[in-house]
């Protein structure tokens, strides 16, 4: 079949599916934005130009032979409980990041990397210094970047998975230039936002080449890093529509600002993290304070605590922050799978350990905390893990002292929404239904929208692009 028709229909219906105009019945039947990026990634990847042209109805056949592609290795094995486990990692790194709030993600990148961020007051950076993502861009702030890319993902969706840079030159977008910078729309597109198909196939062979079949569909989708190609019809087109917002989110930063400045920018990123976690726990209203980490000890041997202390009317929360993402291994269920969960997520439960081992230690320092109230404790990691949810991962964790969760910060995002009893109330829920001390929130609190995140919807509300284009559409009017 035809490669480019089938790219060009790829794109048109990720475009209907983020405008709403797709149904379940499309889904089951694997019209899914990931099923989707994966076949047009097979097509980059492998097909060619050939008489049939693709329609609509090659696209569905082709998604529902996508879903319907099994591990030969279960097959083979069908008892083995890893096997199992690996499938389950796979499966839910396709699917669930697709599944995740745009404001949340996006307002969670201003609040990390924009000018929503703060640092904690002792904060001596490596790479995060002032300016520094102008540095690694060539002068592009970040919060022109991720504006850029929400207008640019909000263009090509209204216009069938396709986007120009010629457009910006027509008298149908003149009124768009007090909405925002067109050279930093034509910067971000050309530098972050677009490849040709040589380079694609350059790319997918990294991540593709060297796994065995089982894993090959898993595996990184560079249209993730470069939603749209060009070369294959009249003007550029994104087969993974989806993937475009996801260039604005924490990941997609993290990933760039590690690139070009190294592993000074994930360590400084470690301290940034635990203090935006800090300020999601100050959302918690009602009877509650919150205890930053504290050193303990004899003063020749003084230790650090665990990152907070969230201090409820009857528990005390212990809470440790992981801003460690996930490994390549992890995703695709490599052979070493679990090493990242267990060097990342097994050194924070150990850390909640023996924090609450030496709690008495912890209350000389600080006369607030209550040694007496019942304890539970929190790893929060930037990007999920999905352990909770994988349990052959979590049998792999080191046992706890305590009953602890393992939860994303957008999971901490919504449960810090709740008032102090409430949030105490789900926790003990979560806490007497613990398996081997590992808690799971067995439904979000029904109470809890994710929009109703006051630090989230208030950094949303503040992107300037939404000011201006009011601001446009009223002189339009006038």
């Not at 056949?61 to 083995?80: A, R």
């Not at 294959?232 to 994104?238: E, L, Q, R, S």
Request: proline residues 5%.
């Amino acid at each position: 079949m035809d490669r480019d028709t089938l790219l060009i229909e790829a794109a048109g219906a990720t475009a209907a599916i983020a405008r709403g105009e797709f149904d379940e019945n499309h889904a089951k039947s694997g019209l899914t934005p990931w099923t989707i990026g994966d076949v047009a990634r097979t097509a980059l990847a492998w097909a060619r130009f050939n008489r049939p042209e693709a329609d609509a109805g090659t696209l569905m056949q082709l998604c529902n032979q996508n879903i319907h592609i099994v591990d030969e290795g279960l097959l083979g094995n069908p008892e083995s409980t890893e096997g199992l486990g690996q499938v389950l990692s796979r499966l839910y790194f396709e699917q669930f990041p697709s599944q995740t709030s745009v404001m949340a993600s996006v307002a969670r990148a201003l609040l990390l990397f924009g000018s929503a961020a703060e640092h904690p007051q002792d904060f001596s950076p490596k790479a995060m210094t002032p300016g520094w993502f102008e540095a690694i861009t060539g002068g592009l702030t970040l919060d022109d970047y991720v504006e850029a890319v929400f207008l640019i993902t909000v263009m090509t969706q209204s216009n069938g998975g396709r986007f120009s840079l010629s457009w910006l030159e027509g008298s149908a977008f003149e009124g768009l230039k007090d909405v925002i910078s067109f050279d930093v729309l034509r910067r971000v597109f050309t530098e972050h936002l677009v490849t040709n198909v040589t380079d694609f196939k350059a790319v997918n062979r990294t991540f593709q080449e060297h796994l065995p079949p089982a894993q090959k569909k898993f595996a990184f989708n560079p249209l993730a890093a470069t939603p749209f190609i060009e070369g294959v019809a009249p003007i550029p087109i994104a087969p993974w529509g989806q993937a475009i917002i996801r260039k604005a989110s924490p990941p997609a930063i993290y990933h760039l600002g590690l690139r070009k400045l190294g592993g000074g920018f994930a360590d400084d990123l470690g301290a940034v993290f635990q203090h935006y976690v800090g300020r999601q726990l100050a959302l918690v209203h009602g009877e509650v304070q919150v205890v930053g980490e504290l050193k303990h000890g004899p003063q020749r041997e003084r230790k650090d605590s665990c990152d907070w202390f969230l201090d409820l009317p009857g528990m005390l929360v212990l809470v440790e922050c992981k801003a460690r993402q996930p490994i390549e291994s992890l995703r695709i269920g490599g052979s070493d799978w679990m090493s990242s969960v267990s060097g990342s997520i097994g050194h924070a439960i150990r850390q909640l350990n023996r924090s609450s081992d030496e709690f008495e230690s912890i209350c000389a320092e600080e006369p607030r905390l209550d040694p007496g109230k019942p304890r539970v404790g929190l790893v929060v990691t930037l990007e999920p893990f999905y352990v909770t949810q994988n349990w052959i991962l979590a049998e792999q964790l080191p046992m706890s002292d305590m009953p602890v969760a393992v939860l994303s910060v957008g999971e901490l995002e919504t449960l810090v929404a709740l008032s102090a009893g409430e949030l105490e109330s789900t926790l003990a829920e979560a806490a007497s239904g613990a398996e081997g001390r590992l808690m799971r929130f067995t439904h979000e609190p029904a109470a809890v929208d994710k929009g109703e995140n006051a630090l989230l919807a208030t950094t949303w509300d503040s992107i300037d692009l939404f000011a201006r284009v009011e601001s446009a559409k009223e002189r339009l009017q006038d």
